[in-house]
């Protein structure tokens, strides 16, 4: 490894344990929203509940974040690059409260609202809203959905271009680090 990144501050253990298990969930949910219904037919109930964990979890990764910055970039970083990544890890925690607020949203505006069950285990209720407001939420959960994971595609490329073509430690930042 060369470059700054390789030596340089890490992200804390508690930002790399929440950004690993977000980004397990949202993969998954990614996945089964797309394949329900061709590759994994009755995965919906478990896409609810895994969507509505990735809501609490980001909630609460965004109140810690707010007392606690990430590593500074390494200088030898270039602008573009720096404000690309400023904006898009800002949509991605975007995505993360919005996919699970419209999707908790499609099945709440209804005639007959639906509460979630959480993995079997208790009862999430409906959101107090209306049919429009139900029907706008599906609308936007399908298009978010293509656009999240277009967003996490580049995330990805990006995190692979650092590590594999720059060689400059900057996945390692956010890697596991054996005691
Ligand atoms: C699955 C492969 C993934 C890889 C290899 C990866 C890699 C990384 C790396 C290396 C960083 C730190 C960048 C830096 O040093 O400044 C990072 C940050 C981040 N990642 Fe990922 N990531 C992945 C998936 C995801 C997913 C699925 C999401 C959520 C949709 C996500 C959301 C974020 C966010 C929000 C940050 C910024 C953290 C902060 O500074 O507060 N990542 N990722
Ligand atoms: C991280 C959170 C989530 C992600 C990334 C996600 C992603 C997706 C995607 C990509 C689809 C496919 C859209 C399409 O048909 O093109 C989908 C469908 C769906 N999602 Fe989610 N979702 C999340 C959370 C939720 C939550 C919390 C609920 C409900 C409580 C939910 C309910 C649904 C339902 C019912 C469908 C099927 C819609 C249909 O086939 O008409 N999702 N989701």
Known sequence: MRGQAAS????S??????????AALVVANLAI?????????????L????GLTVLALTA???????????PPL???????????????????YALMIVMPMTGWAMGSGRDVPRPVSWFGLFDVPPLPIGKAAGRFGHEAHEILG???????????????RHHFLLRDG??????????
């Open 13 to 22: 253990q508690v930002a790399i344990v929440f950004h690993w298990t977000i």
């Open 47 to 50: 896409h609810k509940s895994i």
């Open 60 to 70: 609460a990764r965004i109140v810690w974040r707010l007392g606690h910055r990430p």
């Open 146 to 160: 293509w656009v999240m994971l277009a967003l996490v595609v580049i995330h990805v490329a990006a995190a692979l």
């Open 170 to 179: 900057l996945l390692a930042r956010m890697g596991f680090r054996a005691r």
């Open 8 to 11: 340089g501050p890490r992200y």
């Open 33 to 45: 929203g797309l394949l329900h219904e061709s590759l994994l037919p009755g995965t919906i109930p």
């Open 74 to 92: 390494p200088a030898e970083v270039p602008a573009w690059a720096r404000s690309s990544a400023h904006a898009l890890h800002a949509m991605l």
